[in-house]
């Protein structure tokens, strides 16, 4: 890791130099006058799961927007393979009230292979999320008759359908319920640590952050932390939000009236 860092590897007797998968470099964004990121420096490397973590207000949706070209950048720099990437809005930008079915907009995913028609490996592929997200009976359904939750996995779903390299999640759990929760960070977790599968996710939920992350990056306007969960867990800025005993039998999906540690919603959550 690091920035510009690119990995060195020897195959053969030859030096094969492999590109970081995103890359920041002075990356500054404002809305008129006003500055939303300041001087922000990162890379990530294929197979990193870097999870974005601050207040409210400290730029962690403009930052991943920037990466995504929807914003534009005052300045600085950014490379990104975008054909490859998915993502999942923190307000989606498909309206709740989209005239589709279930289908249909999973599927629509693919778009990002620049090519007419969905091929076959398109349909497959577009199955195998509903089936890991469990929405395959509400495939011919009206999206817009879906309930918050629904659409919301439907939403990851099509994101995971587009994400060849890697998956940009803001916020991908509101709307669901802890179990479905519990489930989702699960999905996101064995993509990433057994298809390879890249994730760069905006969370409030920095507990679950560091366990699941290999990477975190903390956000104020500019960069306060950027490196390794393990390194992050030692900082300041993660013992003064962790400094609270968190249920970790229980997890997110406590209801055990008896149990005497705080809980993630509780504590881990900056808001
Ligand atoms: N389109 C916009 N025009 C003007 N200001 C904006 C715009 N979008 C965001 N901002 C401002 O930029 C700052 C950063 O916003 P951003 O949405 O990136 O924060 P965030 O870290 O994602 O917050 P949250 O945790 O609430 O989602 C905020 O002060 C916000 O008011
Ligand atoms: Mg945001």
């Known amino acids: 890791m690091g ?3 690119e990995k060195k590897c020897v195959c053969f007797g030859k030096r094969l130099e492999i590109m970081a998968l995103v890359e920041c470099k002075n990356v500054c964004v404002n809305y008129g006058s006003f500055v939303a990121c300041e001087n922000i420096s990162f890379s990530m490397n294929q197979g990193d799961y870097v999870c974005i973590v601050g207040a409210n207000g400290s730029g962690k949706t403009t930052l991943v927007k920037s990466i995504l070209n929807l914003v ?5 720099e950014i490379k990104i393979d975008r054909k490859n990437t998915g993502y999942l809005s923190q307000q989606s930008m498909i309206q709740r009230d989209f005239p589709a079915n279930v289908w249909e907009v999973v599927l629509s995913g693919s778009i990002n292979s620049g090519r007419l028609f969905y091929s076959k490996s398109d349909k497959d592929d577009a199955l195998e999320k509903m089936k890991m997200l469990g929405i395959v009976e509400l495939s011919s359904k009206p999206f817009s008759r ?4 629904q659409q919301q996995r439907v939403l990851l779903a099509r994101a995971m359908v587009a994400a060849k390299k890697l998956i940009v999640l803001d916020e991908p759990v509101t709307g669901l ?3 479905v929760t519990d489930e989702l960070y699960s ?6 640590r057994e298809k390879n599968l890249s994730v760069l996710m905006v969370s409030h939920d920095v507990h679950r952050a560091v366990q699941n992350a290999t990477h975190i990056l ?3 306007k500019s960069l306060v932390f950027f490196g390794t969960s393990t390194e992050y867990q030692k900082t300041d800025f993660y013992k003064e939000m962790g400094n609270v005993e968190v249920c970790t039998t ?9 149990c005497s540690a705080s809980h993630v919603f509780k504590t881990g959550d900056m808001r």
């Open 3 to 5: 920035f510009f860092d």
């Open 72 to 76: 534009p950048i005052k300045s600085g």
């Open 187 to 192: 999905i996101i977790k064995k993509l990433n």
């Open 146 to 149: 879906l309930s918050g939750g």
């Open 218 to 220: 903390h956000l104020n």
């Open 250 to 258: 229980h997890f997110s999906s406590c209801h055990d009236a008896n």
């Open 177 to 179: 319920d802890p179990l």
